[in-house]
């Protein structure tokens, strides 16, 4: 728990908003006043935490001996939100020792956490699509993230009603398209009758 030296150097330095950190799956064993201070202590200073589920999930724990109630060590971001604190999902590692399993899909990882932390509501629910998206963009400080006239069009089109459904059921991307041009695309799935006999 460096989280504190993180903040007094952030601020020291003046490079709030620039700062993000990671993990913290300690955080997850603390008292909910605890929690809260800390959460407060992040959006002061203006830092950023970035959630890893499938690396904190597969690694936590690990060490015990028993066999049920095992440590999770995964971060409810979406209750650091709402204290201000910008947050992510993502995946630092993808087929390796520490993650072996995945395929880079942020959605799956959004989808991951919100079964993990037991994320229900519609807001909590498009806030795991929103730390996908335009929070990480966010914490990089991309000036040109969005869809508007003049930005980079540099953006993806999933198959869902809306951003908590995309995380809900794990949709496929049906088109990429970096600076306007598509670079991927997938046809939608179908569904064929079943033939009678």
């Given amino acids: 728990m460096t989280f504190d030296h993180v903040c007094r150097r952030t601020e020291e330095y ?11 799956t300690q955080a997850t064993s603390l008292p909910v006043a605890d929690f809260e201070t800390m959460a407060k202590r992040l959006a002061g200073a203006g830092v950023a935490l970035t959630v890893l589920p499938s690396t ?9 001996t028993y066999d049920h109630n095992l440590t999770r060590g995964v971060v409810p971001a979406h209750k650091l939100l709402r204290h201000g604190v910008n947050c992510s999902l993502s995946s630092n590692n993808v087929l390796n020792p520490f993650t072996p399993f995945g395929d880079c899909s942020l959605i799956r990882m ?18 795991c699509f929103n730390m996908v998206t335009w929070r990480p963009a966010e914490m990089l400080r991309l000036t040109d993230y969005g869809l508007a006239v003049g930005k980079a069009a540099d953006f993806v089109v999933l198959d869902a009603a809306g951003p908590e459904m995309a995380v809900a059921e794990i949709v496929p991307v049906l088109y990429a398209f970096k600076r306007g041009r ?5 046809e939608p ?9």
């Fill in 14 to 24: 003046k490079y709030g908003g620039r700062v993000a950190i990671g993990h913290v």
């Fill in 110 to 127: 959004a989808n991951l956490y919100a079964n993990i932390c037991q994320v229900g509501k519609t807001a909590d629910m498009q806030e």
């Fill in 189 to 197: 799935a179908r569904l064929h009758p079943p033939r009678c006999s």
């Fill in 182 to 186: 598509m670079t991927m695309s997938r």
């Fill in 56 to 64: 904190d999930l597969y690694l936590m724990g690990r060490h015990h």
